[in-house]
């Protein structure tokens, strides 16, 4: 069964904090992507990677930071944790194909405290 | 910027009985639509997407979609629900041209909430 892995369900971290969220995909996919998602607010696009090294800004990138060194793998990263960063992280994988949508991971609760 | 509605943010609706959660997207050029369920503290999943053929599109669970072009819409339906179905639900949309690399642009969410 494909999969995308997010490394946490729950995470609990305090201000100031840096905070690395993990996601790893094993369906060789070119494309990972970044989103948290907030009550009444969908998902919002943080990071885009396009492919190894690669990576375009979402709409919501100020305090994010991401890194892709290996294709299986794309790590978001919040460079100093605030409150307003609690949130739920989905990280996403997909080949750069219009017709092929996403497959998600299974989210991570952040709290920033 | 292209963008895509979800007309409403949460339906409650009985069980058993019929349920549309309505879908507009903000340009008719060549498109491919997709709607994904999302479970309470869980990721999202793929219910259905209309690539191409019969606008009437079915996919798991019971659900179906139609597309019409001139409206441009893909309002997702099923015409009897249970208590399971209770969840969040995203429109999708990923349009031709530019630098997309497959990007998809998602609605708001429809929160349904299925009563006994």
């Known amino acids: 069964d494909v999969k995308v892995t997010q490394s946490s369900r729950y995470l609990v971290k305090r201000t100031g904090e840096k905070v690395f969220l993990e996601c790893v995909q094993d369906m060789d996919h070119e494309n990972m992507f970044w989103y948290r998602q907030d009550p009444g607010l969908g998902l919002r696009l943080i990071y885009f990677?396009?492919?190894?090294?690669?990576?375009e800004k979402g709409d919501i990138p100020e305090g994010y930071s991401v890194s892709r060194e290996k294709k299986e793998r794309f790590s978001l990263i919040l460079e100093s944790a605030s409150t307003n960063q609690t949130s739920m992280y989905l990280c996403?994988?997909?080949?750069?194909?219009?017709?092929?949508?996403?497959?998600f991971g299974s989210g991570t609760r952040l709290t920033v405290v | 910027a292209q963008s895509v509605t979800q007309l409403d943010s949460q339906v409650p609706v009985f069980e058993e009985a019929p349920v549309e959660l309505r879908c507009n997207y903000s340009s008719s050029v060549s498109v491919y639509l997709f709607w994904y369920v999302q479970y309470p503290n869980q990721g999202l999943q793929l219910l259905l997407k209309y690539l191409s053929g019969s606008t009437l599109v079915k996919g798991i669970n019971g659900f179906e979609a139609e597309f019409n072009k001139s409206q441009t819409s893909f309002h997702l339906r099923k015409p009897s629900v249970h208590i399971s179905d209770t969840a969040e639900y995203f429109c999708?949309?990923?349009?031709?041209?530019?630098?997309?690399?497959?990007?998809?642009?998602f609605g708001q969410g429809t929160i349904l909430t299925v009563h006994p």
């Open positions: 990677s396009y492919d190894v090294k690669m990576k």
């Open positions: 996403a994988s997909s080949f750069p194909y219009r017709n092929y949508g996403y497959t």
């Open positions: 999708a949309v990923s349009w031709a041209g530019g630098t997309s690399y497959g990007k998809l642009t």
